[in-house]
């Protein structure tokens, strides 16, 4: 089990902008890829971003062009930068890596 510290998530309107934070033991870390999920209520949780422990990224085609996943061997910390943010991206975003799963942060974009 990874212990994972997500941070970051709040209230931004249409357009706006909000970096999210997921910080991770170093152990788990640096040889780990980590990941960015979110659920919507009465929804599966949905795939969003992923980051190998190399640095090799990728995101969904829903966010591509707006959300960018970076990672900071330095601070074992993963970030989700989400700009032009829409109504539609809100939800609680989940920070994965290797099966265990932060506790969520919640992010709320209104029109």
């Known amino acids: 089990q990874v212990q994972l510290v997500e941070s970051g998530g709040g209230s931004v309107q249409s357009g706006g902008s909000l970096r999210l934070s997921c910080a991770a033991p170093?152990?788990?870390?640096?040889?780990?890829?980590m990941g960015w999920y979110r659920q919507v209520p009465g929804k599966q949780r949905e795939w969003v971003a992923a980051?190998?422990?190399?640095?090799?990224?990728n995101v969904a085609d829903s966010v591509k062009g707006r959300f960018t996943i970076s990672r900071d061997n330095a601070k074992s910390t993963v970030y989700l930068q989400m700009n032009s943010l829409k109504p539609e991206d809100t939800a609680v975003y989940y920070c994965?890596?290797?099966?265990?799963w932060g506790p969520g942060t919640q992010v709320t974009v209104s029109a």
């Open positions: 170093r152990s788990a870390f640096s040889v780990h890829a």
């Open positions: 980051i190998s422990s190399t640095g090799s990224s």
């Open positions: 994965e890596c290797f099966g265990s």
